[in-house]
């Protein structure tokens, strides 16, 4: 089985509107499965690096990802890193909840307060947080997610971990721009240069289908010239244009706009 058939057929989620659903992959969560497998088809490594708009998904999909593997592989390593603690004891709280509400039985053991062992697979899950100096060292690390890097105060436990990775493990950072300058940023220059391991792989906002007011009144000849300039080059729909109306309201700035939800790569970093 497969990780999407895995995830789709016995994970369970909490949607947006609270209810608990199957884990049906949305069109980011798919485009990871299909360019990884397209990496694995050219002999390249599985390391790509995400510059996103916020609440796409990845997050949800790649812990989803090292679960699957934990659960149905033997003797994978899997870090999940996140920027602060807070974040971190979020992302711990979704794993054991895609554990505790799964339509199989996951055997686990809990060894410390962000350990989770596979006593079946002698496999094994870890959630550390940046400036853990020493977190990874000395480890053979099968699967990395460095969450919302752009975020990270301190980058020397990345340098740790991405040196226990070996050449058959996988590497998936992510993260909403953050500004010029840090280390997420210089990487995605290198990347898309071709001049860094990763692989850059960019989601705009108008990726996500949420993202849209599906019953409109906005009609046509009401929108912008700006707007009619988005539309014609992103192909845009007026739910969509009404979507991206009503939520930069919440912003004091379109800088700060287009940092959280860009439509390009450009957007995403202009802000500083």
């Not at 940092?259 to 790569?265: A, D, H, I, K, M």
Request: net charge negative; aromatic share 12%; proline share 4%.
């Amino acid at each position: 089985m497969n990780r999407k058939n895995f995830i789709e057929n016995e994970i369970k989620i909490v949607n947006k509107q609270g209810k608990q659903v199957s884990f049906i992959q949305n069109y980011v969560q798919n485009k990871l499965d299909e360019i990884r497998d397209k990496l694995k088809r050219e002999s390249k490594p599985i390391w790509i690096l995400v510059l996103k708009a916020r609440q796409e998904g990845c997050s949800a999909k790649i812990e989803a990802d090292w679960l699957t593997d934990c659960t149905l592989k033997k003797n994978i390593n899997a870090v999940v890193i996140s920027h602060e603690k807070e974040s971190t004891k979020r992302l711990l709280r979704r794993v054991h909840y895609y554990i505790d509400n799964a339509n199989l039985q996951i055997p686990t053991e809990k060894s410390s307060e962000y350990e989770i062992s596979f006593p079946t697979t002698n496999s094994w899950f870890y959630l550390g947080t940046a400036g853990s100096v020493a977190f990874g060292r000395g480890d053979t690390i099968h699967r990395v997610h460095l969450s919302e890097w752009a975020f990270y105060r301190d980058d020397s436990v990345v340098d740790g971990i991405l040196q226990s990775v070996p050449m058959d493990g996988e590497v998936i950072a992510e993260s909403t721009a953050n500004g010029f300058g840090n280390r997420f940023q210089t990487e995605w220059d290198r990347a898309i240069r071709g001049e860094s391991k990763f692989y850059p792989l960019f989601f705009s906002w108008s990726d996500n289908p949420e993202y849209q007011i599906a019953n409109t009144s906005l009609s046509e000849n009401e929108i912008t010239e700006e707007e009619q300039i988005l539309k014609d080059k992103f192909r845009l729909t007026i739910p969509q244009i009404a979507w991206r109306r009503e939520k930069m309201k919440e912003f004091p700035t379109k800088e700060q706009f287009y940092q959280e939800y860009p439509l390009t790569p450009d957007e995403a970093f202009i802000y500083t």
